[in-house]
């Protein structure tokens, strides 16, 4: 049981270029989410995806696009990166995002991305 | 907007010392809250989970309690541990069930 995955670990991208970050989970959850974590400030949603089929703004989801490929995949893409979108990115799932007081979220290691 | 801070922002401690970590968020209208903890180069790990009517909740040396009324909430942890050196994170599940984390307590435990 691998919880949740992603790919790359680390990537280096100049301004411009385009990227897709992958996501997988095996817990059969139905929500996954996108994070990104900054210096100094807590994990900011970017979208996320309250079942299959469905996606979603976050808070901060300009320059960003996500696809929930089946219930196992959710990945982020940048289509044009910029230097604003170094960070650390963080893939997330759950059972079900509205099931209420008692669930939390599992995440996965992180993809650290640096645009150039 | 809901508003998540934690104060300090890095903290060292000898061993043995007891570990205060503090939380505070601007809407009390939320579903619980939740401390993480995070290793160098790695994900979240969920500590503890208080449920909005619930007035605390223990785990081994963990300790977390929850004043939603004053939007507070305190981490304790016991006779802390250099292995309890990380990051730890505080998150409120509001009412639109969308996670709002603080940017988190660095801890280190010297031996």
């Known amino acids: 049981n691998a919880g949740v995955t992603q790919t790359p670990k680390f990537q280096v991208l100049k301004t411009g270029q385009s990227m897709t970050l992958q996501c997988a989970q095996d817990?059969?959850?139905?929500?996954m989410y996108w994070y990104r974590q900054d210096p100094g400030m807590g994990l900011r949603l970017i979208y996320y995806?309250?079942?299959?089929?469905?996606?979603d703004k976050g808070e901060v989801p300009n320059g960003y696009n996500v696809s929930r490929l089946n219930k196992r995949e959710f990945s982020l893409r940048l289509e044009s990166a910029a230097p604003s979108q170094t960070s650390v990115y963080f893939c997330a799932s759950s059972p079900d995002q509205t099931s209420g007081i008692k669930e939390t979220q599992y995440f996965g290691p992180g993809t650290r991305l640096l645009v150039l | 907007k809901q508003e998540v801070t934690q104060i300090p922002a890095a903290l060292s401690v000898p061993e043995g010392e007891n570990l205060v970590l503090n939380c505070s968020f601007t809407d009390s209208a939320i579903y619980n809250l939740q401390w993480f903890r995070q290793d160098p180069g790695k994900g979240l790990t969920s500590l503890l989970l208080?449920?909005?009517?619930?007035r605390e909740q223990t785990s081994g040396r963990l300790n977390a309690s929850l004043d939603k009324s004053s939007g507070r909430s305190t981490l304790y942890i016991a006779a802390s541990q250099p292995g309890d050196s990380a990051t730890y994170l505080c998150a409120v599940k509001p009412l639109d069930y969308k996670l709002s984390f603080g940017a988190g307590t660095t801890v280190t435990v010297r031996a």
């Open positions: 208080i449920q909005s009517s619930q």
């Open positions: 995806s309250a079942s299959e089929g469905t996606t």
């Open positions: 817990m059969n959850h139905n929500s």
